[in-house]
Every structure is written in structure tokens, then in C-alpha cells.
T-cell receptor, first 117, second 114 residues
Framework: GAVVSQHPSRVICKSGTSVKIECRSL??????MFWYRQFPKKSLMLMAT?????????EQGVEKDKFLINHASLTLSTLTVTSAHPEDSSFYIC?????????????FGPGTRLTVL | AQKVTQAQTEISVVEKEDVTLDCVYETRDTTYYLFWYKQPPSGELVFLIR??????QNEISGRYSWNFQKSTSSFNFTITASQVVDSAVYFC???????????FGKGTRLHILP
């Protein structure tokens, strides 16, 4: 099946710094990618929908200036957590949709665990 | 509004027992998709099944089976002869036909005891 990678898999940073997480579709082009956030022992919450070449669509309650999303190519979307704070510590998962297929076809990355000290 | 409810927060069973994970959904879409994912301790989501709303046939894959009942808006998942390796968090999820968003339930943490 289709493969989606994320980098880094794990990152620890100091409070106040910015962290960039990459999501890549390895063997297909993804016009749409999604970013989810998962707190410990909680469900996945959709943060935003990333469309190649246009601005991301953020879910209600997600700060767009805090979580910058860039989808500059058909195989790469990046999520930058700006001025990170300990409450931003979470598991971030991306997914990518294969264009032309049914809306149900999404492939998930392995996730990035962010710890902000 | 779309919603997925997994009422069972945590379940523990002894190995080799059968276990059913419940999932109830709400949607106004006429066409929609239902999913089950497994999330082991490593965190990576493992896709288990996708079912569209027009296909109510139950499905069996090895020890796994799914019961889709539109009349009760349920999509339950049964593991037969459970094994310790089945221990994980299982998420039921829903996607409508208006957008590509996948809405996840809160998950059921399954413990299979040796």
C-alpha cells in the first residue's frame, strides 16, 4: 500500500523554540494532507487540512499562527509549531489522501512525538 | 454533525477469549465510510478495515470480524480467540461524503492478559 513518512519521529525542544515536522508521501502524490494531534491516552483530533498550493484549512480552536502548515509540493507538507510550550507536547500524526480515489482513502504516517521542556 | 462513540474506554480479557468492541456513529450523510484502526504502544496507526455505507455485509478476516448495522448505526468489531499481541488501542472512525475528514472515536484500550 501507499507509504507516508514523518520526520522526525521524536523531538525534544526547549520552551520558546520552533519545531518543524515533515510529512511525506513516498510513492504517490498527495494534493491533500491532514494533520492530527493526539494527547496521551486520548483520541486523534484533526487540526487542519493541508492543500497543495493553497492555504491550510484549520479546525475550530486551532491557532493558525501557532501551528503553521505549508504544503509546497505534492509530496510534502510541513507543520511548524512556533514558540513551543510544554502544553504543545503531544503526538502529531499526518495523513495523505490519494487524489482521484474515494474520499475514504487516507494513509497515515507513523507520527512524531514532540516533548517541550 | 458527525460523531463516533466508543462507549468502552478499557477492556481486559484473558487470552483466547472472544471480545467485541462497540462503535456507534452519527452522520447526516447518505454516503459515508467507517473504519477501524489499531494503535499499538509504538503509536503508529494500523489500518484494519474500511466499509462504505452501501455495503452492509459483515466481514471476516482471520480472527477479526465486523458487524455493520445501519439500523442501529453501529459498526462493531470482534476479535475471536484473542492473543496478547492484540493488546492495543482500537479506534473506530467515520468519514462523510462532503469532505475528506476522518472523525475518530475516543478509542477502546484493549488488554489481553496471558
Amino acid at each position: 500500500g501507499a507509504v507516508v513518512s514523518q520526520h522526525p519521529s521524536r523531538v525534544i525542544c526547549k520552551s520558546g523554540t520552533s519545531v518543524k515536522i515533515e510529512c511525506r508521501s513516498l510513492d504517490f502524490q498527495a494534493t491533500t494532507m491532514f494533520w492530527y494531534r493526539q494527547f496521551p491516552k486520548k483520541s486523534l483530533m484533526l487540526m487542519a487540512t493541508s492543500n497543495e498550493g493553497s492555504k491550510a484549512t484549520y479546525e475550530q480552536g486551532v491557532e493558525k499562527d501557532k501551528f503553521l502548515i505549508n504544503h509546497a509540493s505534492l509530496t510534502l507538507s510541513t507543520l511548524t509549531v512556533t514558540s513551543a510550550h510544554p502544553e504543545d507536547s503531544s503526538f502529531y500524526i499526518c495523513s495523505a489522501r490519494i487524489p482521484g480515489l474515494a474520499a475514504d482513502t487516507q494513509y497515515f504516517g507513523p507520527g512524531t512525538r514532540l516533548t517541550v521542556l | 454533525a458527525q460523531k463516533v462513540t466508543q462507549a468502552q474506554t478499557e477492556i481486559s480479557v484473558v487470552e483466547k477469549e472472544d471480545v467485541t468492541l462497540d462503535c456507534v456513529y452519527e452522520t447526516r450523510d447518505t454516503t459515508y465510510y467507517l473504519f477501524w484502526y489499531k494503535q499499538p504502544p509504538s503509536g503508529e496507526l494500523v489500518f484494519l478495515i474500511r466499509r462504505n455505507s452501501f455495503d452492509e455485509q459483515n466481514e471476516i478476516s482471520g480472527r477479526y470480524s465486523w458487524n455493520f448495522q445501519k439500523s442501529t448505526s453501529s459498526f462493531n468489531f470482534t476479535i475471536t480467540a484473542s492473543q496478547v499481541v492484540d493488546s492495543a488501542v482500537y479506534f473506530c472512525a467515520l468519514s462523510g461524503n462532503r469532505d475528506d475528514k476522518i472523525i475518530f472515536g475516543k478509542g477502546t484500550r484493549l488488554h489481553i492478559l496471558p
